[in-house]
């Protein structure tokens, strides 16, 4: 089964960029992934999927400073003019043909 | 607005049973596969079950399996969970998700309902 590896924490000044990755394991760099926002005491909210080829689709409402990319088994989320509501759990998704589903640790962003 | 709302949270001894609800409003709830994800305290997220839009094909978590049960009533626009058997490691927020069309990931979230497992 798919694994999702990201980095823990991650922080950014407010009005700056901050680019969190999720790293698909071998044998699924092509896999599309989606990416889901927590804020703290809250439900997650789905923000987009990110495909392979770097495409990206974001759900609704999901402000244009959030933007998605890939790079080989990298799947990114960039968050550009950072803002305080923004500081939050972030976590990626993936399944795969056997209908196996799995999120990765969830990376915690703080906003100095 | 689409919505997901979850019922049926509460205390419940160790080796007991709980049924959680999920009420849908807002899409066509016939439509869609539908999952529960759980969030244990200070953890991540673990998808936990799913079913199929028409209820005939269901997904469990090696975790729950054999204990937990998912069903779906599409006249009510309802998504239920029995949970039995249930241990101090269940003890977690239960998110009710609902599946894209297009692809497998979760693209709605209701927001939870509390599952506390002690004696």
């Known amino acids: 089964q798919p694994v999702l590896t990201q980095s823990s924490s991650a922080s950014a000044s407010l009005g700056s960029s901050v680019k969190l990755t999720c790293t698909l394991s071998s044998g699924h760099s092509s896999d599309i992934i989606a990416w889901h926002q927590q804020q703290p005491g809250k439900a997650p909210r789905y923000l987009m999927k990110?495909?392979?080829?770097?495409?990206?689709n974001k759900g609704s409402g999901v402000p244009d400073r959030f933007s998605g990319s890939s790079s080989g088994a990298d799947r990114y989320l960039t968050i550009s003019n950072l803002q305080s509501e923004d500081e939050a759990d972030y976590y990626c998704e993936t399944w795969d043909s056997k209908g196996i589903w799995v999120f990765g640790g969830g990376t915690k962003v703080t906003v100095l | 607005e689409v919505q997901l709302v979850e019922s049926g949270g509460g205390l419940v001894q160790p080796g007991g049973s709980l049924r959680l609800s999920c009420t849908a409003s807002g899409f066509t709830f016939s439509g869609y596969s539908m999952y529960w994800v759980r969030q244990a305290p200070g953890r991540g997220l673990e998808h936990v079950s799913g079913?199929?839009?028409?209820?005939?094909?269901?997904y469990y978590a090696n975790s729950v399996k054999g204990r937990f049960t998912i069903s779906r009533d599409n006249s009510k626009n309802t998504l239920y969970l029995q949970m039995g058997s249930l241990r101090t490691e269940d003890m977690a927020v239960y998110y009710c998700?609902?599946?894209?069309?297009?692809?497998?990931?979760?693209?709605?979230w209701g927001r939870g309902t509390t599952v506390t497992v002690s004696s």
């Open positions: 990110v495909e392979g080829s770097g495409t990206y």
């Open positions: 998700t609902r599946r894209s069309q297009a692809e497998y990931y979760m693209d709605v």
């Open positions: 079913i199929s839009s028409n209820g005939g094909s269901t």
